[in-house]
């Protein structure tokens, strides 16, 4: 190193000459010698960047850690918690093979082949490369600890892929933007342990790692890239984005006309390579060839190996009029050939057509109509202005002058991010849970707005040097020295208001901190099995009466019981209760999550007859009318009532309505005030004075009094009643005997 | 004839017409020579295929503009949840009715109108970043230069300003 040797020398020389400063000498040059050169500072500060922004993606999360305790949130996690366990326990061919019967009695699961195993897996390896290093920790730290740990392996990913699509500077924007931004934390705390947590990291992966490969075009980073859209498959079903948003992005070099071999060689290794190892995850198996939502990958590949011949035979030909008639029947023959291979395809039934679910986000107003599943979950709701602005704060300014800077200067990256861009927000415009798949875009395209306009403003401050330096070479004329003043006379407004830009700029950033900040703490960590709210004095109430429940269940119940609830507590209940269910959160047989809507929404006497057909032993259902929870099951009763009517026409939605209203006090049909689900929610309630000041029997969460308080249960009793009166268990009694 | 005004191809745009119908390897042009043409005479037309030529970046960018503001305003939201433009709510003294702009209680819930305004202060702030950029551009005058500068700052303040204040105005209990 340059800057060590040079003081080394003359401090030789210096001891030769002089004994008694040595020690000042040898301070001095001790601090000489760090003095590093100026790229030397540049890579110090990056990596110290760098690694700051991974601590601080870690830290942000662990908010729902140091206020309750290490433990999974939401519904979805436990089944993964579960399935996790069931690997560490058993081995990977056990896991790779499970047939579950505790779920979805009488039918069962089979869970090899219906899950994305990329995230156990990796929590798995990461469990087991710490149990090799004798770190012996329990498999749910490591669960709960997986999305932090990913989130900051993804603002990595956003520094070199910020790297690659413009400069270093707007990588390390995109690397502390991605790190705080809520869209990103509000699916990756600790405690979510999601597919989502690990799939954003590979999806990021996979996209840096291709548009590598498009601008060197080297077959390695095409392999890459391939391995990458492997994990990717293996940890979300969102992996069909990627699959078309690459080929749609091919389809657009294409068109602008920047076909290249780099192009050719990237696309066609990812693609051919890709699809055969996501073949190896059998919940994918042979989609790739099969299902209409991969076609369009397909077509592009073919249309890529047309290029490429047309390109070969125009080198071949020397006659131009020649090569535009071969031009001509080709690209028509092969149009056609294709068009009728997709027909024949799709009717023959081969190609199946698009699912639902995506189908519904071409068009949105298909599952509003057709599928009252996917339309009841709350995530899938289309977005408003405010979660935007809840979840992305100040990038929505950024985000379109990212787009500017990008248009100015295209390249085959800045087309690439553009068009993830868009598509991805189009899309988060659509369903509100897609804000997450948007996050990275748009903080790459708003790292790129705020690097810009950081090096024009500071470029405006750098070039009173460079003026002053050709106002003091001689010029000749009047017209130099009337330009040199009037440039002086400017300088130093230039320079105050780039000063003033700079520090609104960084005014800027730092709201936006302090937003996500307040953002995380406030909304996004509360683990929604433990409910939290504010007690009269200002001090924090707990409920955790979810988990009261299911370990009553797990201590109290029989091994072998059967528990019906609506399919939102299915995932837990298995988890934590241990015991069989009859639907959970996979909702794949729509039937007989109908038929459960059913036993909730009929009479007792017709429910007691479909509970008896389905070997129900204990009956779950969640009520907040003590708390004011307002996510009970009477606020989910009429998406109860919707998909069992869809299936069993004898439940009509009209019934439980009075005037198009759902009422549960004096005016409420009768037919709602005498259904199971009623009967079961307020059982006992006409006794119980729930606030100051109101009759016995008013339900704080709908803010009215119950219309039928006088409940008499005949074949069901009540088992048990969580302290808030949160979670009621009530226990199937058999068929009284014939006398 | 129409096989010979076809013969002006896709890729390059403009016509190199094809020479004469003999030197043709089209095997759909002899087809249509013989059977209707031979004895059809298709009049004399002076026609062309239009071109097809990509527009410009910055004409691509002011539609994706318009994309963008009608996305961020909840379009989508509004047309399959149809909210009415404005809330009402009634005076519980007067009894008269009173317009609520914003939608109480919710995140995820808007009225049309309070969607509409909010995407076009995104809007503007962006534009006001790039009127910034503009203002930095060495081909243009200085009184150019420094109006574009005092308009790309006011904007960015007004859209920013006004954002809070309908967060703020939306979410009670905003950053507290």
């Known amino acids: 190193m340059g800057g060590k040797t040079e003081p080394a020398k003359s401090e030789s020389m210096a001891t030769a000459t002089t004994r008694s400063p040595d020690l000042i000498n040898s301070s001095f040059f001790s601090f000489k010698s760090l003095k590093l050169k100026t790229k030397q500072q540049e890579l110090l500060l990056r990596i110290s960047i760098l690694g700051l922004v991974y601590i601080l993606a870690f830290i942000a999360r662990l908010f729902s850690v140091l206020r309750y305790e290490s433990m999974i949130h939401e519904f979805d996690p436990y089944f993964n918690y579960r399935t996790t366990l069931f690997l560490t326990e058993k081995g990977f061919y056990e896991f790779w093979n499970w047939f579950d019967s505790e779920s979805w009695y009488p039918l069962g699961r089979i869970i090899g082949g219906t899950l994305y195993p990329g995230l156990m897996v990796t929590a798995a390896l990461i469990y087991w490369a ?109 992996y069909v984005f990627i699959i078309n948003l690459v080929p749609l992005y091919v389809l657009v070099l294409l068109i602008t006309g920047r076909y290249s071999m780099r192009l050719y060689i990237a696309y066609n290794c990812m693609y051919i390579l890709g699809m055969l190892l996501a073949m190896q995850i059998r919940f994918v198996g042979f989609q790739h060839v099969q299902s209409g939502e991969h076609m369009g990958a397909m077509g592009v590949f073919l249309l890529m190996q047309v290029f490429y011949f047309l390109d070969w035979v125009k080198y071949q030909l020397n006659d131009t009029k020649l090569f535009q008639t071969f031009l001509r029947i080709t690209v028509t023959s092969a149009i056609l050939v294709g068009g009728i291979a997709l027909g024949v395809g799709t009717a023959s039934g081969y190609i199946s057509p698009w699912t639902g679910r995506f189908y519904s986000l071409l068009d949105p107003t298909y599952a509003k109509d057709h599928i009252p599943i996917i339309a009841s979950v709350s995530e899938h709701q289309p977005t408003a202005w405010s979660s935007f602005m809840f979840d992305y704060h100040i990038l929505l300014f950024l985000f379109p002058a990212g787009l500017y800077f990008c248009f100015k200067r295209l390249s085959d990256a800045t087309i690439f991010i553009v068009m993830y861009g868009l598509t991805s927000l189009y899309f988060a415009g659509v369903m509100v849970r897609l804000i997450l798949v948007a996050t990275p875009a748009v903080c790459l395209i708003s790292a790129i707005a705020v690097s810009a306009t950081v090096k024009n403003l500071t470029s405006l401050l750098r070039t009173k040097q460079k003026v002053s330096q050709t106002g003091s070479t001689k010029g000749a004329g009047s017209s130099k020295a009337s330009s040199k003043v009037t440039l002086d006379q400017s300088q130093p407004f230039q320079k105050n208001g780039a000063i003033a830009l700079l520090v609104g700029v960084f005014y800027l950033l730092s709201r936006y901190a302090i937003h996500c900040t307040w953002v995380t703490s406030e909304a996004y960590s509360s683990p929604s099995i433990v409910l939290a709210a504010r007690g009269a004095h200002g001090n924090r109430i707990i409920f955790d009466d979810y988990r009261e429940a299911y370990y009553w269940l797990r201590q109290n119940t029989p091994t072998d019981a059967k528990i019906m609830s609506w399919w939102d507590y299915g995932y837990q209940i298995t988890a934590m209760g241990n015991r069989t269910v009859i639907v959970d959160n996979n909702t794949w047989n729509n039937t007989h999550i109908a038929t459960v809507g059913r036993a909730m929404s009929s009479y007792e006497d017709e429910a007691y007859d479909i509970m008896r057909s389905l070997d129900v032993n204990y009956v779950l259902v969640v009520f907040g009318g003590v708390t004011g929870y307002s996510s009970d099951d009477i606020n989910k009763f009429l998406w109860m009532v919707r998909i069992g009517g869809g299936v069993f026409p004898v439940i009509k939605e009209p019934d439980y309505l009075v005037n198009g209203e759902f009422r549960v006090d004096k005016g409420a049909s009768p037919k709602m005030l005498n259904c199971l689900m009623y009967k079961l929610c307020y059982y006992r309630f006409g006794e119980l004075t729930t606030e100051y000041g109101k009759p016995p029997g008013y339900d704080r969460a709908r803010g009215v009094e119950i219309g039928n308080k006088d409940i008499k249960l005949e074949h069901l009793e009540e088992a048990y009643t969580t302290s808030n009166w949160i979670v009621r268990i009530y226990r199937v009694k058999p068929p009284t005997n014939r006398l | 004839m129409a096989p010979r005004s076809d013969s002006q191809n896709l890729a390059t745009g403009s016509g190199v017409s094809d020479g004469s119908d003999q030197s043709s390897i089209d095997p759909i042009f002899h087809l249509l020579r013989i059977l209707p043409f031979s004895f059809l005479r298709p009049p004399r037309l002076r026609l062309k295929i239009p071109s097809f030529t990509l527009p410009s970046p910055m004409t691509v960018y002011a539609l994706i503009l318009l994309t963008y503001f009608l996305v961020v305003a909840g379009f989508v939201y509004d047309v399959i949840v149809e909210p009415p433009g404005i809330g009402s709510t009634q005076d519980p003294v007067t009894g008269t009715i009173r317009p609520v702009v914003f939608m109480s209680g919710r995140v995820n819930g808007q009225y049309i109108i309070e969607g509409l305004s909010s995407g076009f202060m995104f809007v503007l702030g962006g534009i006001g970043i790039v009127m910034l950029d503009l203002a930095l551009d060495k081909n243009k005058a200085k009184s150019v230069k420094a109006s574009y500068a005092v308009a790309g700052v006011s904007s960015v303040v007004i859209a920013y300003v006004m954002s809070m204040l309908f967060i703020r105005i939306k979410i009670p209990g905003y950053l507290h």
């Open chain 1, 130 to 238: 710490l149990r090799f290093l004798r770190f012996f920790v329990h498999i749910r730290e490591v669960c709960v600890l997986t999305a932090p740990f990913f989130a900051s392996n993804t603002t990595l990913v956003a520094y070199f892929f910020g790297k690659e699509i413009w400069d270093t500077g707007a990588g390390l924007v995109a690397a502390v933007l991605i790190a705080i931004c809520p869209g990103y934390i509000s699916r990756s705390v600790a405690g979510s342990y999601d597919n989502e947590a690990v799939a954003i990291f590979a999806l990021l992966l996979t996209f840096y790692l291709f548009v590598k490969a498009v601008n060197t075009g080297s077959l390695a980073w095409a392999l890459g890239s391939a391995f990458g859209y492997f994990y990717m498959v293996s940890a979300w079903g969102g």
